[in-house]
C-alpha cells in the first residue's frame, strides 16, 4: 500500500492529480485536517484510526494507494506492506504559499457569501488579520513538517519529492515504484494581486520562525538525494 502524506503547499495537489489519473479508484482520499483543533477534526482524526483498525482488511483489498491531508502515521495499522512518501519545499516559499493561498480562499468564499470552513488555524488567521510573520510563528506552522510527519523521519520514507525538483521527483517516482505519472501543474498564484498580503514581509524573520521545519527539510533533501543517487 502506498501510503501518500500531502503536505498543504509542496505540490501535493499535483502529485495526487496525476496518482488519480494513473489508479483512478484505486486511489482513497482521506483528511483529517492535522492543522486544526476543532473538536470536529479531532474527533475526525481518532475516527480516523479507528476506522483503519476496524476496517483495514476491506482498505487493502479495495485501494493501492491512501492520499490526502494526515499525519504520516495515521495508517500504520493498516495490515499490509506499506511504502511512504511525501513532497517538501523549502520552508520559507512553502508559508508564504500557505499564507497567500488561504487568504485567497478567504476572498472567494466571502465573494460568494460563504464563511471559511470551521479550520481552527485558518480561522485564527482571518479573524486575528495575521501579517505573515505572525502567520508563519504560530506553532503550527513553525513545527510544520513534525506536525506533520508524526513519530516518522524523512529517512524512513521510500519516496521523497522536492517542489523545487518536481520533474525529476517523478522520475524518481517511476523509477522506485514502476508508476509513470504525467507532470500536472498547480495553479501558479500571482503574488503581485497580493502585494499588500506580504506588505513589511522580512524573510530574515520568516527564516528564524522556520528554524525547526529547515532542519526537516535539509533531512528530506538528503532523502532526496541519497534515492537520486541509487535509482537515477
Not at 133 to 143: E, G, L, T, Y
Not at 196 to 221: C, F, P, T, W
Amino acid at each position: 500500500m502506498l501510503i501518500s502524506v500531502h503536505m498543504p503547499k509542496t505540490a501535493g495537489t499535483s502529485f495526487e492529480d496525476a496518482l488519480r489519473a494513473v489508479l483512478g479508484e484505486r486511489l482513497l482520499r482521506y483528511s483529517t485536517q492535522p492543522l486544526s483543533s476543532t473538536i470536529n477534526d479531532r474527533m475526525a482524526r481518532l475516527k480516523c484510526k479507528l476506522f483503519v483498525r476496524l476496517r483495514g482488511k476491506e482498505i487493502v483489498s479495495r485501494y493501492e494507494a491512501i492520499t490526502g491531508h494526515f499525519v504520516a502515521d495515521t495508517f500504520d495499522s493498516l495490515p499490509c506492506e506499506k511504502q511512504f512518501c511525501a513532497f517538501f519545499r523549502e520552508p520559507v516559499d512553502r508559508v508564504i504559499s500557505h499564507y497567500l493561498y488561504w487568504n485567497k480562499r478567504h476572498l472567494e468564499l466571502t465573494r460568494q457569501g460563504l464563511k471559511v470552513p470551521r479550520h481552527s488555524a485558518w480561522r485564527h488567521m482571518i479573524r486575528k488579520s495575521l501579517s505573515i510573520n505572525d502567520f508563519a510563528a504560530q506553532p503550527k506552522m513553525a513545527n510544520f513538517y513534525s506536525l506533520m510527519l508524526g513519530p516518522k523521519r524523512p529517512d524512513e520514507f521510500h519516496f521523497i519529492g522536492l517542489k523545487e525538483e518536481y520533474q525529476t521527483s517523478l522520475l524518481l517516482f517511476e523509477k522506485i515504484f514502476g508508476i509513470k505519472l504525467q507532470e500536472k501543474r498547480e495553479r501558479i498564484m500571482d503574488r503581485e494581486q497580493y502585494a499588500e498580503l506580504l506588505h513589511g514581509m522580512d524573510r530574515d524573520e520568516l527564516g528564524v520562525s522556520q528554524r525547526k521545519n529547515r532542519e526537516i527539510y535539509d533531512q528530506a533533501h538528503r532523502r532526496f538525494d541519497q534515492l537520486c543517487a541509487q535509482y537515477l
